[in-house]
Every structure is written in structure tokens, then in C-alpha cells.
């Protein structure tokens, strides 16, 4: 199994702050087969980029993804209010997939 | 627009059983592979399981194996979750997830579409 692990768990920014997420994987995610979603308190996950750094329909280029291998990051350029959420990491390359323990964007 | 309708939730007593249901709408449910991801209270993600497009294939968490089932129905456009044997440890809200690629042959797959979930608790 491809252990995620998420860092930090939580970031303290201001609006209009850059955010920068990690995601380092047990072993290597084929493929990059990595995706990220954001999750607001008590809403369904919605998915932000997939195959590590491709932006998924409707997503603000704020949000940007890169990596490979084993470590992945999840970079929003300018935090807006809306941002301030859950962020988890997902590996599709192995079974079973997983999901990083997640990092909270709070507001500063 | 896609829509995932998850129902099913409700409390019930550790070692009972329960059917979860995703209703599917805004795309053509029979040719995409589909998910169940569970997220306990306050904790984060956990996939439980996939079915391919045609219900052909079929996988597990191994947390779950041997006592959940995923089934779909194509002409309902339905996929369910026959939870049994249910534990304290399966209290989640459960969600319904949407493979992005169709007639995919493979099920690892990332989620482009999710339900609002349904809370599952199991408690006496």
C-alpha cells in the first residue's frame, strides 16, 4: 500500500498569501497518478488537479500542481477567502488507493 | 450536470446490515466506473470500493472485504453498497465517487464527480 503523508497538517495564511502544500508517497506513484481536491466543512471533496498537474474543469489557475515520484505539491499563488479548506492528496498509480491524512488552510 | 443522490444512512446496531444507494443523473451512468469513499467524523478519506462500467469488475478495501458489496444497476442508473456485519469502526459518511475515464479497462482512477454523502453510524 502507498502510504501518503501530508505536511504540514495545518497552515495559517492571510488572504492573498501563497500557499504551499506537500505530498510525499511510500514509494513511487506511477505515472503520477496523483490528484488533489478541496474539501470545505461539511461539503463533499471536489477534485482540483489530477495526473499531478493538470487542472480539473473549472479550477482557478491559482491552483497549481507539480512532482513526480514521490514527492508532490499543491501550490495556490494568491489565497482567496474561498480557499480557506481541507486539502487531501490521492495516488491512483497502486492498489488500494489512498488518500494523505490532509492539510487545513486556515485563515491567519 | 452530473448529480450523485446518495441515500441509505442511518443508525444502526453493530452487526446489523445496510444498503446504501448513489442515484446517478446528467451522464451516461453505464459507461463509467464507480466508487464508494467513506470519511469517518473529523478524520479524513478512505476508499471502500469500485465497479467497473459493465459491473464486471469489482475491488475492495481490505478493511471492508468480505463484508461490503458493491453492486450497480445500469437501467436504474444505481450503485449500491450492501453493508454487512456493520462495526463501530464503519461509522463514516459515505460518499459516491465518479471514475473520469469511460469504458475504462482500469479501475485505479481518481474522482471527478462526488455525492453529498450519506452518514452511516453504528452504535447500540
Known amino acids: 500500500e502507498i502510504v501518503l503523508t501530508q505536511s504540514p497538517g495545518a497552515l495559517s495564511l492571510s488572504p492573498g498569501e501563497r500557499a504551499t502544500l506537500s505530498c510525499r508517497a511510500s514509494q513511487s506513484v506511477s505515472s503520477s497518478y496523483l490528484a488533489w481536491y478541496q474539501q470545505k466543512a461539511g461539503q463533499a471533496p471536489r477534485l482540483l488537479i489530477y495526473?499531478?498537474?493538470s487542472r480539473a474543469t473549472g479550477i482557478p489557475d491559482r491552483f497549481s500542481g507539480s512532482g513526480s515520484g514521490t514527492d508532490f505539491t499543491l501550490t495556490i499563488s494568491r489565497l482567496e477567502p474561498e480557499d480557506f479548506a481541507v486539502y487531501y492528496c490521492?495516488?491512483?498509480?497502486?492498489?488500494?488507493?489512498?488518500f494523505g491524512g490532509g492539510t487545513k488552510v486556515e485563515i491567519k | 450536470q452530473v448529480q450523485l443522490v446518495e441515500s441509505g444512512g442511518g443508525v444502526v446496531q453493530p452487526g446489523r446490515s445496510l444498503r446504501l444507494s448513489c442515484a446517478a443523473s446528467?451522464?451516461?451512468?453505464?459507461?463509467?466506473?464507480m466508487h464508494w469513499v467513506r470519511q469517518a467524523p473529523g478524520k479524513g478519506l478512505e476508499w471502500v470500493a469500485v465497479?467497473?462500467?459493465?459491473?464486471?469488475?469489482?475491488y475492495y478495501a481490505d478493511s471492508v472485504k468480505g463484508r461490503f458489496t458493491i453492486s450497480r444497476d445500469n437501467s436504474k442508473n444505481t450503485l449500491y453498497l450492501q453493508m454487512n456485519s456493520l462495526r463501530a469502526e464503519d461509522t463514516a459518511v459515505f460518499y459516491c465517487?465518479?471514475?473520469?475515464?469511460?469504458?475504462?479497462?482500469?479501475?485505479?482512477?481518481?474522482?471527478?464527480?462526488w455525492g453529498q454523502g450519506t452518514l452511516v453510524t453504528v452504535s447500540s
Open positions: 495526473g499531478a498537474s
Open positions: 446528467g451522464f451516461t451512468f453505464s459507461s463509467y466506473g
Open positions: 465497479i467497473s462500467y459493465d459491473g464486471s469488475n469489482k
Open positions: 490521492q495516488q491512483y498509480g497502486g492498489s488500494p488507493l489512498t
Open positions: 465517487a465518479k471514475a473520469p475515464v469511460v469504458y475504462a479497462s482500469r479501475q485505479l482512477a481518481y474522482f471527478d464527480y
